[in-house]
């Protein structure tokens, strides 16, 4: 059977792109440029994203285009009669525990989307945007409801295929989330005021920048780049030959980058033109930002073109987490690509039945003193997320060894030895040591 491809360049990108910029960009990023002292951290993550970030990303693409095969496949065939293929089954049970709250939070999404289009958001008193967000999100059937729709978007577009499907789709939002960021863009930094969120943002403050800042960057480029969850390995299994991939991975981390800055840009001068406290997670977008939006002319345009924006975000993110679950099932199990989209999309509705009732009612069921859903975070996004990494490193360094994955990354013009020597130095030593304290520290290992 001939494996579907990407067609076109800018549809590897776009697709790439769509997984990389995410949530994560939107809430997460310019809040933490923010906090560690702005230009001075943004320096540092650069070093960090370009030192670290390409070197694995261009590693599992040479390890999905080597393999043709989803991540357990990869590990299986590059390193056969071993336990290797486990740490291809870890990245991909990591993607779909992820999705299984990433959903959860695209469903709020899309609701806010609808109560902006229709002008009700508008009409909530900001002191009440909180409980209206409390009220949501502790809605079970509501969210089980807009659940089950990202579900439904999301399967609908894998089921379509690699190239009718998710390029497709990547090539149409990405440049609809680029255009929908360009106006607000221009919206915010015209407020009286903006110049202060700007600051926020960008005014290099060193005083901020520790150990703990250095840690938080590199934490948030793999979170950023859907690095160690095999996302990149199968989009890299639908890479041509004659892909470059690494002027690919440059072009994916700068597009992610610059978003995740477009979106500070688009946040903080609005939210300190109008007197609002910069937060980072569910409380800026759902809480925040609607009172921004209030204060501002023309507000609610403004507001459904923003919770559009992060909706599309969200969505090219979810094809690809669900994406490395479906190449599993078709390659390792022979099942057609409706049937394992459809097996899992079910699966994935059930598993987040726990974490949508954990703002319900079980709220007060904890486990370790954490909920359901702040559990299944914590468990993939760090401690899985940074052990897949770890493992990538040292099975493309050591295992599947350094030569072959530079051949396979030199396939199409030779790289330099001096490049060479970099990139084994980086994904030998340097990359799985550094991932290795971040994981000492996210599970207070180690205290900074
Ligand atoms: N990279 C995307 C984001 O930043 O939101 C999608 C994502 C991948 C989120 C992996 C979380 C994650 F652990």
Redesign the pocket.
Known sequence: MKRDSFSSKFGVIAAAAG????????W??PYIVGKNGGAAFLFVYLICIILIGTVIMISELSLGRKSQSNPFGAFKMLKSSSNWKYAGFLAIA??FI?LSF?TIIAGWVFSYFCSSITGKLATIAPENLAPYFQNIASNTPVVLLFNLLIIGITAFIVISGVQDGIEKYSKILMPILFFTLVILIIRSVTLDGSIEGLEFLFKPDFSQLTTKSVLEALGHS????????G?IITYGSYTKNEENLVSLSLKVIAA?TII?LMSGIVIFPAVFAYGFEPEIGPPLIFITLPAVFQEMPFGTIFETLFFLLVGI??IT??I??LEVSVSFLTEEFNLSRKKATLLLSIGLFLLSIPSTLSFGAWSELKVFSLTLFDLFDYV??YIF?PVGGILTCIFVGWVWGTKNAFKEISSNGMYSFKGYNIYNIIIKYLAPIAIFIILLYSTNIIKL
Do not use: V
């Open positions: 997984s990389a910029i995410g949530l994560g960009n939107i997460r990023f990591t993607s992820i990433y793999f979170y950023s780049l859907s690095l160690g969850m996302i992610d995740a975000a969200a993110s979810t690809s987490l993939a996004s997320l």
